[in-house]
C-alpha cells in the first residue's frame, strides 16, 4: 500500500509539473483557453478516483501510477505505416490521429464535410467550437476528462452541414507510437439537421509499450440526424485506454453505437446519451473480449429526459484467465418522459474460473406510463455443442472459435456498413482461434 501510495503522490507531482512546464505554450491556443486552468484545478480538488467511489469501485487504477508517463510528443509517420489499419481502403474517408495530434498529410477527407484539426476549427469555426466544447462533457466529476480539458491540444473536429447525406464512412484513425506517455485526444463532432453519417473508430498501436490515451469526445446530433458509430479498441495489451463520450440527440435524431474492446491492459469506457426532445431513438450495443489481466470496463448512461422516445442496449464479453469484466448501464426516465422504451441487457461468457464479471444494470424511472426492462446473465460455453461439433470433424480450436463467434453475433451483426462488419468479424474470429482454453 505503501508503494502505491508513493507512486500516486510521484505521478500527481509529475502532473502538476507538466502543467507548469506546458503553461506558457498552452495559453497561446485559442482551443479551450480559459478553461484549462479551470479544469486543472477541479483536478487538484478532486484527484484519481479509488475503490472508494461508486462508479470506480470495481476498477482499480493504481498499476497506472508505476507508468509515470509524460506528455506525447508530436510525430511524424509515413504513409505505408496507416495501410495495415484501413478497414475499408478506397470505400472510407479517413482523418488520422496520431499521439492525440490530427495529421492533414495523411488524412483523405470528404469535400462533403468539414473535417480537421480541433485546434485549426478554433481559429477558423470559433462560433461551433465556443457553442459546443466542453459544454457538453462536464469535467466536475471526472478526473481524466479534467486532465484532458487541461491539456488537450488537437484532436479531431467534424462537421456535417445540414441536409447532408455523406455516402462513404469516415474512419477516424488514431495511431500511438508513444513509449510510457499520455496522449489527450480531443473530439468535436457535429451534425446539422437531416444529415446522415457513418463514423468508424479505431485505436491501434505501433509499438509494444505502456502508454495511455486519454480521450473525450462530444457529439451532437441536429434534428432527425442519423449517425452510426463504430468504435474498435485494439491497443497494445501493455496500453491504458481511458475514453469519455457525451452526446446529445435532438428531436428525431437516431444515434447507434457499436463498441468493440479488444485490447488494452485496462480500459474504461464512459458513454453519456441524453435524449433531449421527442422522437429520438438510441441503440448501444458493445462486445469485449479481455485475457490475461486485461480489465474492460464499460460505463453507460442513457439519460431519458422527454417523452416518446426509445433506446435499446446490449453489451456482451468473452472474458479468459484472470480477465476482468465491469459493466454498469444506468438508464434514467425523468418525470416527463412519458411513453418511454428502453431494453437493456448485458451478457458474458466466463471460460475460466478466474475470470470475473462485475455488472449492474438498472433502471431509475420515474414516469408512470413506459415499457422499460433489464437484466444480466453470465455462463459458460455449451459442453454439448463443443461435443456435437467435435465429433463432426470439427477441431477443438474451430468449435471453440464458432460458439464464441455465435455468442459475438448478436452484437457485430448491428455494424451498419457491411464491409466494416466483415473485417471486424474476421478480427474476432481470429482472436478467438489465438486464444482457446
Known amino acids: 500500500m505503501k508503494d502505491h501510495n508513493r507512486a500516486k503522490s510521484l505521478y500527481l507531482s509529475r502532473i502538476a509539473s507538466e502543467f507548469d512546464r506546458l503553461r506558457d505554450d498552452l495559453k497561446k491556443q485559442r482551443l479551450l483557453n480559459g478553461t484549462r486552468d479551470t479544469a486543472m484545478a477541479r483536478f487538484a480538488e478532486i484527484g484519481f478516483p479509488t475503490k472508494r467511489h461508486e462508479k470506480w469501485k470495481h476498477t482499480d487504477i493504481r498499476s497506472l501510477f508505476s507508468c509515470q508517463f509524460e506528455t506525447a510528443e508530436a510525430v511524424s509517420l509515413k504513409k505505408e505505416a496507416i495501410d495495415p489499419f484501413l478497414l475499408l481502403g478506397d470505400e472510407e474517408n479517413f482523418v488520422v490521429c496520431v499521439n492525440g495530434r490530427f495529421d492533414r498529410k495523411l488524412s483523405r477527407i470528404s469535400e462533403e464535410i468539414i473535417a480537421c484539426s480541433l485546434a485549426h476549427a478554433a481559429e477558423t469555426r470559433a462560433d461551433l467550437v465556443d457553442t459546443h466544447l466542453a459544454k457538453h462533457l462536464g469535467f466536475q466529476n471526472s478526473a481524466f476528462v479534467a486532465l484532458n480539458t487541461a491539456f488537450a491540444t488537437d484532436g479531431i473536429f467534424i462537421y456535417v452541414p445540414d441536409h447532408t447525406i455523406v455516402e462513404k464512412p469516415i474512419h477516424l484513425l488514431h495511431l500511438s507510437d508513444n513509449e510510457r506517455a499520455t496522449a489527450y485526444p480531443r473530439h468535436l463532432f457535429i451534425m446539422g439537421r437531416n444529415s446522415r453519417i457513418q463514423l468508424i473508430e479505431s485505436y491501434h498501436s505501433l509499438r509494444k509499450s505502456p502508454y495511455l490515451n486519454n480521450c473525450a469526445s462530444e457529439i451532437i446530433l441536429g434534428n432527425n440526424a442519423r449517425v452510426e458509430h463504430l468504435k474498435i479498441q485494439s491497443e497494445d495489451e501493455q496500453a491504458f485506454h481511458i475514453a469519455a463520450r457525451q452526446v446529445c440527440q435532438s428531436r428525431g435524431s437516431l444515434y447507434s453505437s457499436v463498441a468493440i474492446d479488444l485490447g488494452g491492459s485496462l480500459s474504461r469506457n464512459d458513454l453519456n446519451v441524453l435524449l433531449d426532445a421527442e422522437g429520438i431513438e ?4 458493445g462486445f469485449y473480449l479481455a485475457r490475461g489481466s486485461q480489465l474492460v470496463d464499460n460505463h453507460t448512461f442513457i439519460d431519458h429526459a422527454k417523452p416518446h422516445c426509445q433506446s435499446a442496449e446490449l453489451y456482451k464479453g468473452v ?11 444506468k438508464v434514467l426516465v425523468r418525470k416527463d418522459a412519458q411513453k418511454t422504451k428502453a431494453f437493456q441487457q448485458n451478457q458474458t461468457l466466463l471460460l475460466s474460473q478466474d475470470a470475473k464479471i462485475n455488472s449492474k444494470p438498472h433502471l431509475k424511472i420515474f414516469a408512470d406510463d413506459v ?16 461435443f456435437y461439433m467435435r465429433t463432426r470433424g470439427i477441431s477443438e480450436e474451430n468449435a471453440h472459435a464458432m460458439l464464441r463467434y455465435a455468442f459475438a453475433q448478436d452484437v457485430l451483426a448491428h455494424i451498419g456498413n457491411k464491409t466494416a462488419r466483415q473485417r471486424v468479424e474476421e478480427i474476432v474470429m481470429e482472436r478467438f482461434k489465438e486464444h482457446v482454453n
Not at 282 to 285: Q, S, W
Open 282 to 285: 438510441t441503440n448501444l450495443y
Open 319 to 329: 472474458l479468459s484467465d484472470h480477465a476482468v469484466g465491469v459493466f454498469s448501464g
Open 371 to 386: 415499457k422499460c426492462s433489464h437484466g444480466a446473465t453470465v455462463g459458460e460455453l455449451d459442453e454439448e455443442a463443443l
